[in-house]
Nanobody, 113 residues
Framework: QVQLVESGGGLVQPGGSLRLSCAASGIFFRFTDMAWYRQAPGKQRELVASITSGDRINYAHSVKGRFTISRDNAKNTVWLQMNALKPEDTAVYYC???????WGQGTQVIVSS
């Protein structure tokens, strides 16, 4: 079965950093495009970053220069390094197999003083 397990969320001060992790199983990870989404209260889910099997990367404009998506095919893991966090980054972050309806359980990120 396909499974995505996320970790790394938490409460941080504005300007702080977090690293989110997503461990995948049940897929041929090295051939799979991956993505991170987030959903803030009352808002629509939005794409944050994506990385293809060929390591092509895209970021939402709001996070460009602050967030970094990466993957390690040997570990079947995709990360989202988040720096210079802002209160507007507060959301539940979800790992996703790109263009699919396979999602992780979500990990909450709260940026607040």
């Amino acid at each position: 079965q396909v499974q995505l397990v996320e970790s790394g969320g938490g409460l941080v001060q504005p300007g702080g950093s977090l690293r989110l992790s997503c461990a995948a199983s049940g897929i041929f990870f090295r051939f799979t495009d991956m993505a991170w989404y987030r959903q803030a209260p009352g808002k629509q889910r939005e794409l944050v970053a994506s990385i293809t099997s060929g390591d092509r990367i895209n970021y939402a404009h709001s996070v460009k220069g602050r967030f970094t998506i990466s993957r390690d095919n040997a570990k079947n893991t995709v990360w989202l390094q988040m720096n210079a966090l802002k209160p507007e980054d507060t959301a539940v972050y979800y790992c996703n197999i790109a263009t699919s309806d396979y999602w992780g359980q979500g990990t909450q990120v709260i940026v607040s003083s």
